[in-house]
C-alpha cells in the first residue's frame, strides 16, 4: 500500500513536443505529491507539487494533473525543450512523526532532442 | 538558499570496512533523510531523523545506522560494508515549518564497494 508506480521508464521527445510521466499510488492517506527533478550529477530538487484538494496544478511549462478518484496523478511538460533532459521522479506523502516521509517513483528518464 | 552538503562525491571501500558517509543542513531543519538511488529503483528510504538523537527505520535499514548528535549534522555508517552497497546515496532534509513539505537534497555520494 505505500507503493507508487512510474510509468514510462523512458521517454524520447522531440524540441516542443508534449512529455507526459503518470504515477499511480494506493494509499488513500497520502495528502502530498510532489515532482522532483534531478540533472546528471545533481541531487533532485523540488519541480511542482500538488494536494489532493485540486485536480489540476501548472507552473509555466510544468503541470500536474490529479485523479483522486482513480489514485492517479501526472507530469505534462509542454513545449519539451532540451534543457529539461534530466530524471524525474513522482513521489507521495502522508505525514508521520511529524515528518514528511516520501515515498518515490521509479523514476523516468526523459530525453528531448532539437 | 538552502544548502545541503555530503561529505565525499566519491567513495571507494573494500568489502568489510566501516563507512562514514556525512550530511551536513545550513538552515535548521529538524527533519534529516538518507536514501539510497539505483536504476530501475528509484529513491528508496534508508533512515530518517526528525530531531537531535531521534532516528526511526526506512523502508531498507539492513546493513546501515544512523547517528544524529547535532541538529544540522545526520551521519549514515555502514558497519560491515558489502558490494550490494554499492550505490548512490542522497541526503535530504526538510522542515515543516509554515507548512513547507519541500525536502532539499545534497548531491549525492556515490559510493563503490570492492
Known amino acids: 500500500q505505500q507503493q507508487v508506480k512510474q510509468s514510462p521508464q523512458s521517454l524520447i521527445v522531440q524540441k516542443g513536443g508534449i512529455s507526459i510521466i503518470n504515477c499511480a499510488y494506493e494509499?488513500?492517506?497520502?495528502?502530498?505529491f510532489p515532482w522532483y527533478q534531478q540533472f546528471p550529477g545533481k541531487g533532485p530538487a523540488l519541480l511542482i507539487a500538488?494536494?489532493?484538494?485540486?485536480s489540476e496544478k501548472k507552473e509555466g511549462r510544468f503541470t500536474i494533473s490529479f485523479n483522486k478518484s482513480a489514485k492517479q496523478f501526472s507530469l505534462h511538460i509542454m513545449d519539451s525543450q532540451p534543457g529539461d533532459s534530466a530524471t524525474y521522479f513522482c513521489a507521495a506523502s502522508g505525514l508521520s512523526y511529524n515528518t514528511d516521509k516520501l515515498i518515490f517513483g521509479t523514476g523516468t528518464r526523459l530525453q528531448v532532442f532539437p | 538558499d538552502v544548502k545541503v552538503t555530503q561529505s565525499s562525491r566519491y567513495l571507494v571501500k573494500r568489502t568489510g570496512e566501516k563507512v562514514f558517509l556525512e550530511c551536513v543542513q545550513d538552515m535548521d531543519h529538524e527533519n534529516m533523510f538518507w536514501y539510497r538511488q539505483d536504476p530501475g529503483l528509484g529513491l528508496r528510504l534508508i533512515y530518517f531523523?526528525?530531531?537531535?538523537?531521534?532516528?526511526e527505520k526506512g523502508d531498507i535499514p539492513e546493513g546501515y545506522s544512523v547517528s544524529r548528535e547535532k541538529k544540522e549534522r545526520f551521519s549514515l555508517i555502514l558497519e560491515s560494508a558489502s558490494t550490494n552497497q554499492t550505490s548512490m546515496y542522497l541526503c535530504a532534509s526538510s522542515s515543516l515549518d509554515r507548512g513547507q513539505r519541500e525536502q532539499y537534497f545534497g548531491p549525492g555520494t556515490r559510493l563503490t564497494v570492492t
Open positions: 531523523s526528525y530531531d537531535v538523537k531521534m532516528k
Open positions: 500538488i494536494r489532493p484538494d485540486v
Open positions: 494509499n488513500t492517506a497520502f495528502d502530498y
